[in-house]
């Protein structure tokens, strides 16, 4: 089978997307790209340069200051998947904090920080064999995805699911934290005015609160497959 296609998978934060775009991509021999992990990245560097915290965020210094940030996915073959660089430096686990998680929205709403992390994602994909995930990867930058999946679960489950990731990593970190955080995400990132994240017409929405990781491979994989054969 050598066609390949383009998926393209978005949804609320912690629907579990990443797990589903890394057991298709492992199954199907594509590129994962979690796009997430780059606004996690955008936010990183704009913290770490002291352009946003708790009480300011200076909008036209990230600006100004985009092009000193270098985005780099290098795959580490002992953990089966691509880590975020910055720099040179390897942040993956430095961008999964919640203080990142706290600012990445209002990052993320830039138009100036989306058009940067566009042009490299539509790069990416560009010769297909690519699962994206991300909030306006069906929307903005994959329009012609083949596949589209729109993931969704309660604000519940989703914060239950982010809080024991983080407490297993060893974050101290309390549920009530975790669960502010995803409804406030969920509200910034569904409102803002550069690609908010909204289901695509042709998505097909998947949600998977009462479904086991399992269940939602195999239903995901077989619309995959149909597809495949159709193309
Ligand atoms: O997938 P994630 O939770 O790691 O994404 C972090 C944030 O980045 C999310 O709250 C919104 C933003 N994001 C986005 O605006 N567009 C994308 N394609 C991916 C993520």
Redesign the pocket.
């Known amino acids: 089978m050598n066609i390949k296609i383009t998926i393209a998978i978005d949804g609320y ?2 629907t579990g ?2 797990t589903i775009a890394k057991q298709l991509a492992n199954q199907l021999g594509y590129v994962y790209v ?7 990245a955008m936010t990183f560097f704009a913290m770490k340069n002291e352009f946003i915290s708790k009480d300011h965020f200076d909008v036209t210094s990230l600006i100004e200051n985009l092009d000193k940030a270098q985005l780099k996915f290098i795959y580490n073959p002992s953990i089966g998947f691509a880590e975020m660089y910055l720099n040179d430096e390897n942040i993956e686990k430095a961008i999964r904090t919640l203080e990142v ?1 706290n600012f ?2 209002q990052v ?1 709403a830039i138009s100036e920080v ?1 058009k940067k992390l566009v042009t490299i994602q539509k790069e990416m994909g560009k010769n297909k064999g690519v699962v994206m ?5 069906g929307t903005v ?1 994959f329009t012609d995805a083949e596949i589209k999946i729109f993931m969704t679960s309660s604000a519940e489950t989703r914060a239950k699911r982010r809080f024991d990731e983080l407490i297993e990593k060893g974050q101290e970190v309390s549920y009530d934290d975790v669960y502010t955080n995803v409804v406030a ?1 969920d509200r910034v ?1 569904t409102t803002r005015k550069d ?1 908010p ?1 909204v289901k695509a017409d042709e998505a097909i929405e998947i949600d998977n609160s009462n479904l086991t990781k399992e269940e939602q491979f195999a239903i995901i994989l077989k619309l995959v497959e149909e597809k495949l054969r159709d193309v």
């Open positions: 934060s912690s997307k990443s979690d796009s997430g992990a780059m606004y996690r998680s990445v929205s993320a989306r995930d991300g909030r306006d990867i930058v995400r990132d690609s994240l």
